[in-house]
Nanobody, 122 residues
Framework: QVQLVESGGGLVQAGGSLRLSCAASGNIFRTEGMGWYRQAPGKQRELVAGSTGGGTSNYADSVKGRFTISRDNAKNTVYLEMNSLKPEDTAVYYC????????????????WGQGTLVTVSS
């Protein structure tokens, strides 16, 4: 069974920083894209940042210049460094990854973490 386990959420004051981590475990043969979504109360889940298997990153306009996504492929782990946090960044942050649990033929599935709450106080 494959799973994603997130950590690093918490309460921080506006202007502060947090670092989220997400580790993939289980019978994973290959990992392609990894990323972070968030869902604020009463709102739809939205993409925050993504990282392709080739190393390309993309960000939501609202976090560009403040958030940085990075990966440690050897550890199958993705990070989200969040700086200059704002109250509007308050949400549950979800990690996601596209993984294949078999070598050939590759068969990818999208998996999700359980979410970690980030609360930014004003």
């Amino acid at each position: 069974q494959v799973q994603l386990v997130e950590s690093g959420g918490g309460l921080v004051q506006a202007g502060g920083s947090l670092r989220l981590s997400c580790a993939a475990s289980g019978n994973i043969f290959r990992t392609e894209g990894m990323g972070w979504y968030r869902q604020a109360p009463g709102k739809q889940r939205e993409l925050v940042a993504g990282s392709t298997g080739g190393g390309t990153s993309n960000y939501a306009d609202s976090v560009k210049g403040r958030f940085t996504i990075s990966r440690d492929n050897a550890k199958n782990t993705v990070y989200l460094e969040m700086n200059s946090l704002k109250p509007e960044d308050t949400a549950v942050y979800y990690c996601t990854a596209r993984v294949s649990t078999r070598p050939a033929p590759l068969q990818y599935v999208q998996i999700w973490g359980q979410g970690t709450l980030v609360t930014v106080s004003s």
